[in-house]
């Protein structure tokens, strides 16, 4: 009996752990994990913020389009057709002031600098600049002939400005960096 006490002493026991090729699988494992997990929550940030962009823009087009809506309205109220501000093709910028709403139409499309918001005061309002991240471009088509009709597209852009002179709208897509609405108003009878 002694001596299987004394030989069972002597064994030596078996050691238990991992081997360092073990050790590396596991890490690499975990470090390709980790990187995928990093690289689907940048994504996700990535789209979540462009989402933020399009919806943004989005009231801003829609925006446009109700300034515009105003201005028609308040001619006709002071005794106007509804259309003094519009006459043929016009490139417009309009901005919602406290009590007014100023609406500044050129032949021609300008500058890019031109139709850039800034936020201030709770409102986006155009101001020259380069740096910003939204701009809005207005495009009226008026037509007297066609029973006082006039189209109105109001584009925001973020990023880079790139309208097209007539207001078309097959570039403006949130692809491009672009959303737009559009309305046809018609005078009051």
Not at 38 to 56: D, K
Request: net charge positive; with cysteine; proline share 1%.
């Amino acid at each position: 009996m002694f001596f299987f006490a004394w030989k069972r002493f002597l064994k030596k026991p078996a050691r238990k752990g991992f081997l360092l090729g073990e050790i590396l699988l596991a890490v690499f494992v975990l470090a390709v994990g980790l990187t995928s997990i990093i690289a689907i929550i940048g994504n996700s940030l990535q789209y979540s913020l462009e989402s933020q962009n399009i919806i943004v823009a989005s009231q801003l087009a829609q925006e446009g389009i109700e300034l515009v809506r105003n201005v028609r309205d308040n001619d006709f109220a002071t005794g106007g057709t509804g259309f003094a501000a519009f006459s043929g093709s016009k490139h417009c910028r309009i901005d919602y002031n406290n009590s007014t709403t100023n609406l500044n139409c050129n032949s021609s499309l300008g500058s890019a600098a031109r139709y850039t918001l800034t936020y201030s005061g709770g409102f986006y309002q155009h101001q020259e600049s380069s740096q910003e991240r939204f701009s809005r471009y207005v495009y009226i088509n008026y037509s007297a002939s066609d029973y006082g009709k006039a189209t109105v597209r109001s584009f925001v852009y973020w990023g880079t400005f790139i309208p097209l002179s007539s207001g078309e709208v097959t570039g403006c897509t949130a692809g491009n960096r672009c959303v737009f609405n559009e309305v046809d108003l018609r005078g009051w009878k």
